[in-house]
Every structure is written in C-alpha cells, then in structure tokens.
C-alpha cells in the first residue's frame, strides 16, 4: 500500500534526501539548465557546480551517454515513466565515476510541466560487483583465463548473430607428467601460454 504524506511531510522528506545524503538532486528545466542542486553535488564537482562549469545536466555527462540522458529528461517533462539510465560523470579529478539518474516532471499551477526533478546515484560499486562476478563466472581462478562457460557463450552468440569463425585446438601430451615433474606451478604456466581452445571470427581466404 503506498504511504500517503502532505506537502509538509514532503518538504520535511527533500530536506533530509537533499542535505545529507549521497544522492544528488537536480532541479531541471526544460532546456537542460540546473535551476537548483543538492550540495551532494558539489562534492562531486569539488566546489560549487557553477565555479567548475557544471551549469547544466549535459555538463555532468560524458558525451557518448548524453543522448540516453537527454532522452530520459525529455521522456520525464512529456510525462512518460523514465526509468534508471546509467552513465559516466565528467569529474574534476578525469576519474571515471558511473552514476543512474531517474527523473520526474515538475508542473506549474496551470499543470504545464516547466522542467524536472532528478535524482542521481552513484553505482561504482555496484558495476564492480557486477564485474568481478562477470570475471568469476568467465574466467578460470588458476589461470585467469577465459573458461568452457565462456567459450560456450561465445560460440552462442556467434551462432545466433550469423559470425563467421573458426575453431582452433591444442592438445599438450603428458600433462600430467609435467605437473609432477615440475610442479603445478609450472604446468600452469604452461597451459596459460597454450590455450586450450578459442572461438573468434576469423578471414576468410580467398
């Protein structure tokens, strides 16, 4: 059931998201330019938005994701649902630091939206979550090699997108012997200087 709360408790609510919190929150208007910022984000930028350029939402994205952002504002002030987009922030440090934003339309008395609100939440530790399970799924823990889940998921995906390729494999007699002569450390050097198997697309010859 969902909670009900006056314009008051609503006030009461922004002011604790806006004044102490890790999320960033944006007032937008229509053309993109921040009207209002929580202070969240000037310990994003370093100092104020408007002494490190960040006058407008654009200025916070990195250019190859600002058009999924754009969209999603535009999507909000038209009054369709826009959900969680990610993307990476221009910060002062060139440090790379992903965040999502959600917006919401914010109206006038005559029930013309003007602009919107935003919410921005950063997801660095999230996507590194989610990369290291990635590599543990993929790789092998001995080796740090691409593992059969991986190759399979290859080879699927070339099949299901028409790639042409080619599949190379390599056999090292006496494995084991090399194992016990050497060491496992050895033996696994070894195999990691001769895969096993790959899949890739490959020329054709002519």
């Not at 104020?48 to 909000?76: C, F, W, Y």
């Not at 910060?91 to 029930?111: K, P, V």
């Not at 530790?125 to 990635?134: C, M, T, Y």
């Not at 390599?170 to 050497?182: E, H, L, P, V």
């Amino acid at each position: 059931m969902p909670i009900t709360i006056t314009d008051q408790e609503t006030s009461a609510l922004y002011g604790m998201l806006a004044e102490g919190g890790p999320d960033i929150i944006l007032k937008i208007d229509a053309s993109g330019h921040i009207v209002e910022s929580s202070p969240a984000l000037a310990r994003l930028v370093g100092q104020s938005g408007a002494a490190n350029g960040i006058e407008t939402l654009p200025d916070l994205v990195e250019p190859s994701h600002l058009a999924r952002v754009a969209t999603a504002l535009a999507e909000a002030i038209a009054g369709r649902e826009s959900g969680w987009v990610e993307f990476p922030a221009v910060t002062t440090d060139a440090r790379e630091s992903w965040f999502e934003i959600r917006c919401r339309a914010l109206h006038r008395n005559d029930g013309k939206a003007w602009g919107a609100l935003a919410i921005l939440r950063s997801v660095d530790e999230r996507r590194a979550l989610r990369d290291q399970l990635f590599a543990a799924t993929y790789s092998d823990a001995l080796t740090g090699l691409s593992n059969r889940r991986a190759f399979v998921s290859m080879l699927e995906h070339m099949l299901t997108r028409g790639i042409e390729g080619c599949v190379a494999l390599f056999g090292i007699d006496f494995f084991k012997a090399i194992n016990m002569r050497y060491g496992q450390a050895r033996g696994t050097m070894c195999s990691a200087r001769s895969p096993i198997s790959c899949a890739r697309p490959c020329a054709r010859k002519t």
